[in-house]
């Protein structure tokens, strides 16, 4: 199958899910750095990052002691109401830090994403609080309309209005009903991730919950399915269901974990040999078969004839200097796409 037949052969099909951990928005600056220079804080190195140190001095040892995994340190904090005040400082300024984060005007490893899947039937499900995703996610929907987007833990610029369960830009206020767009929780602490307990975190799971069981192809991007977050693992073997029932379905990893850690933590999503190991983006499905992921897959493991199953591919380049560029490139896989549901409707 050459480039030229992979661009224009649209299925409707099923979804390509795309399911982000911190290890995705940490690739993406390495590429092309925050728009500032900002470091991108990870569990690890977050309190130095975020210019907490001073606040943690003041904590008796046992909590200091925790500084080099900011979960256990959160969850021991959240239990001591003696130091609320304190806890409360630190949730600020975390936030802030990331609120303050933007994107360079250069095409980065988000924009990208967005625009390797389809608005019809495509979702990225997000853990991160950084505000890379969603800032991609805006940019591009001016050049189509882009897939959708949930975040599992909150994000610093998405808001929630509670009088009708509709999000939007957080601090804005909602058209509908007049009412603010609440920024979002984001610190839960890793022993009491009670997502049901907070409406906006629930409505983003059952999200993700419904596009899984019918997903066909699943990326996991920089999430290593930490054994500590019990909830968030059981809510998506929940959705996904028997391992043995979905062995038609492909997973794929983008990780500089080794591939045999990334199986273990995720053996009782792999079907047997139906999964595909990258460390980076641009040797994922994703990259090589932009919005044409299901497809690929679909000519690879069901071919109607042997040469569907040999596949140039349709590689993205992966040095754009502009948005305009990376659109002009996408724009015929979207002409195709726009003539497939023309015709189908």
Not at 260 to 284: A, G, I
Request: net charge negative.
């Amino acid at each position: 199958m050459t480039k030229e037949e992979e661009i224009k052969i649209v299925h409707g099909g099923k979804s390509h899910i795309v399911i982000l951990g911190a290890g995705a928005s940490f690739a993406s600056t390495l590429s092309v750095p925050e728009k500032a220079g900002k470091q991108l804080p990870l569990m690890k190195n977050l309190i130095e990052v975020c210019g907490l140190t001073n606040i943690i001095q003041t904590l008796p040892k046992n909590l200091r002691d925790l500084k080099d995994n900011f979960e256990n340190f959160y969850s021991e904090l959240f239990e001591i109401e003696q130091f609320k005040e304190e806890r409360l400082k630190i949730e600020k300024t975390i936030y802030k830090y990331f609120e303050e984060m933007d994107l360079p005007e250069t095409p980065t490893i988000y924009d990208y994403l967005i625009l390797s899947l389809r608005h019809h039937k495509d979702l990225i499900a997000s853990f991160n609080w950084d505000p890379f995703l969603y800032k991609a996610y805006l940019r591009n929907n001016e050049f189509v309309k882009s897939p959708g987007i949930v975040f599992l833990h909150g994000n610093v610029s998405i808001g929630f209005d509670k009088s009708d369960g509709s999000s939007g830009p957080a601090g804005w206020y909602s058209k509908r009903t007049s009412m603010e767009f609440e920024p979002t929780k984001i610190l839960f602490p890793v022993n009491k991730k009670d997502y049901n307990s907070d409406a906006y975190i629930k409505g983003q799971w059952d999200s993700l919950g419904r596009n899984l069981k019918d997903a066909e192809c699943v990326t996991i991007f920089g999430y290593s399915a930490p054994k500590t977050d019990i909830e968030a693992i059981t809510l998506l073997q929940n959705a996904w269901g028997n391992v043995d029932e979905r062995n038609m379905e492909q997973f794929e990893f983008i990780d500089t974990q080794s591939e045999e850690q990334l199986l273990e933590s995720w053996k009782t999503f792999v079907h047997s040999h139906h999964y595909f190991y990258v460390n980076d983006y641009f040797k994922s499905s994703l990259a090589n078969h932009p919005r044409r992921t299901v497809e690929s897959y679909h000519h690879w493991a069901m071919p109607m004839n042997i040469n569907e199953a040999f596949q140039d591919g349709n590689k993205v380049p992966n040095d754009f200097k502009t948005l305009e560029e990376l659109w002009n490139w996408h724009a015929p896989l979207i002409e195709a796409e726009n003539a497939f549901y023309e015709k189908k409707s």
